[in-house]
């Protein structure tokens, strides 16, 4: 009941597409739910964050959307930009924001 | 503002040896929260620290241990290491309660 499923894998979206990145949870008790990106040899760098009072957040090209019902949030990248390539984390938390539970990742490669 | 620094970054232990990690949060964070990860399990939390107090605390083996000091800079301390204990080591910092973590580049932590 803690884990949080992320598909796809890995993702290849051409230069000025849509990268879509899916999440499922199974505990109702989270209660924040942030996406983090990594490079390769970086810690992971908070991207955006959503609550679920919010169905949708945006920020610059980056913008998540959350289905309380279904249990589900996404990330939308915007114009994907070669620069995007990295791997992607969902994750959600209870209990204040200090414990997270992340999904298994996404690599994302922006061809040019 | 000078960010979460981890150090060493780089560390090769024998097995059976114990190793510390160190943790320097950005200034004026109270909360600590270590994460360990590795290509098959992910993200996965170990600990988090808030005023020298332990707060929360994954499901890893005793051998796996932390502390904050009054300045808020945090070790964690792993006994009789285990090849499988190789992974990159992550320490996030937070405000406080209900805030962003954020991330160091890691420790590299590789087990012969």
């Known amino acids: 009941q803690q884990q949080v499923k992320q598909s796809p894998q890995s993702l290849i979206v051409q230069k000025g597409g849509i990268s879509i990145i899916n999440c499922a949870y199974e505990?109702?008790?989270?209660?924040?739910f942030p996406w983090y990106q990594q490079f390769p040899g970086k810690g992971p760098a908070l991207l955006i964050a959503?609550?679920?009072?919010?169905s949708e957040k945006k920020e610059g090209r980056f913008t998540i959307s959350f289905n309380k019902s279904a249990k589900q949030f996404s990330l939308h990248i915007m114009d994907s930009q070669p620069g995007d390539s990295a791997t992607y984390f969902c994750?959600?938390?209870?209990?204040?924001?200090?414990?997270?539970?992340f999904g298994t990742g996404t690599r994302l490669l922006v061809s040019p | 503002k000078a960010g979460v620094t981890q150090t060493p970054r780089y560390l090769i232990k024998t097995r059976g040896q114990q190793v510390t990690l160190s943790c320097s949060p950005i200034?004026?964070?109270?909360?600590v929260s270590w994460y360990q990860q590795t290509p098959g399990q992910g993200l996965q939390f170990l600990f988090e620290?808030?005023?020298?107090?332990?707060?929360n605390k994954g499901n890893f083996p005793g051998r796996f241990s932390g502390r904050q000091f009054s300045n808020s800079r945090s070790e964690m301390n792993v006994s009789t290491l285990e090849l499988g204990d190789s992974a990159l080591y992550l320490c996030?910092?937070?405000?406080?309660?209900?805030?962003?973590?954020?991330f160091g580049q890691g420790t590299r932590l590789t087990v012969v």
């Open positions: 996030a910092s937070s405000p406080g309660s209900r805030t962003e973590a954020f």
């Open positions: 505990n109702t008790a989270f209660d924040y």
């Open positions: 959503i609550r679920p009072d919010v």
């Open positions: 994750a959600a938390s209870t209990e204040g924001f200090q414990k997270l539970v």
């Open positions: 200034s004026g964070h109270r909360s």
């Open positions: 620290y808030f005023s020298e107090t332990q707060r």
